[in-house]
Nanobody, 119 residues
């Protein structure tokens, strides 16, 4: 059984920073490609940032230069560093990770963590 647990969300003022963490647990051999998505009320879930198995990263235009995705293989963790946050970044953020475990491969989602940017 594989689980993803996100943390690090909260309330922050415009211009502030947060670091989201996504911890993968279970009988994991290796974490693979990972993404962060977000969904604001009334909106579709959108891709914010991704990192592939070769460590190439991609970002939504709206967050380029402000957000950074990273991965720690040893700890089975994925992070999203968010700087210079704006009110329009307010959303529930979800991690999504490809995971190799017990000879299988699956793509898993976290439960989401709320980020609110407001003064």
């Amino acid at each position: 059984q594989v689980q993803l647990v996100e943390s690090g969300g909260g309330l922050v003022q415009p211009g502030g920073s947060l670091r989201l963490s996504c911890a993968a647990s279970g009988s994991i051999s290796k974490i693979d490609a990972a993404n962060w998505y977000r969904q604001a009320p009334g909106n579709q879930r959108e891709l914010v940032a991704g990192i592939d198995s070769g460590d190439s990263t991609n970002y939504a235009d709206s967050v380029k230069g402000r957000f950074t995705i990273s991965r720690d293989y040893a700890k089975n963790m994925v992070y999203l560093q968010m700087n210079n946050l704006k009110p329009e970044d307010t959303a529930v953020y979800y991690c999504n990770i490809g995971i190799m475990y017990s000879g299988n491969y699956g793509v898993y989602w976290g439960q989401g963590t709320q980020v609110t940017v407001s003064s």
